[in-house]
């Protein structure tokens, strides 16, 4: 089975920094995509930054020039990496990725994790 763990979340203050991880473990062949999604209490989820096998990287207009999303393909791993927090960033961000779980597969699939508090207050 596979798992997407992420970590790195936490409480700062505005203008503060943090740096998230999610590392996909289990049955992979192949990782198409990697991307982080976050949704606050009353809002729809949304997509903040992805970065496929080839590189692509996109960005929600919210977050331009304030995140950076990287990857390390040989750990399966995506980061995300926040400066400049603001309130309004303040949302349980989750980690997605589209995975091929077997080499004998044709078969691509979207695995989520359990996500990860992000608080930016006083």
């Known amino acids: 089975q596979v798992q997407l763990v992420e970590s790195g979340g936490g409480l700062v203050q505005p203008g503060g920094s943090l740096r998230l991880s999610c590392t996909a473990s289990?049955?992979?062949?192949?990782?198409?995509?990697m991307g982080w999604y976050r949704q606050a209490p009353g809002q729809e989820r949304e997509l903040v930054a992805s970065?496929?096998?080839?590189?692509?990287?996109q960005y929600a207009d919210s977050v331009k020039g304030r995140f950076t999303v990287s990857r390390d393909s040989a750990k399966n791993t995506v980061f995300l990496q926040m400066n400049s927090l603001k309130p309004e960033d303040t949302a349980v961000y989750c980690c997605?990725?589209?995975?091929?779980?077997?080499?004998?597969?044709?078969?691509?699939?979207?695995?989520w994790g359990q996500g990860t508090q992000v608080t930016v207050s006083s």
């Open positions: 997605n990725a589209n995975i091929r779980r077997s080499v004998y597969s044709l078969t691509w699939s979207n695995y």
């Open positions: 289990g049955s992979i062949a192949s990782i198409n995509y």
């Open positions: 970065i496929t096998s080839g590189g692509e990287i």
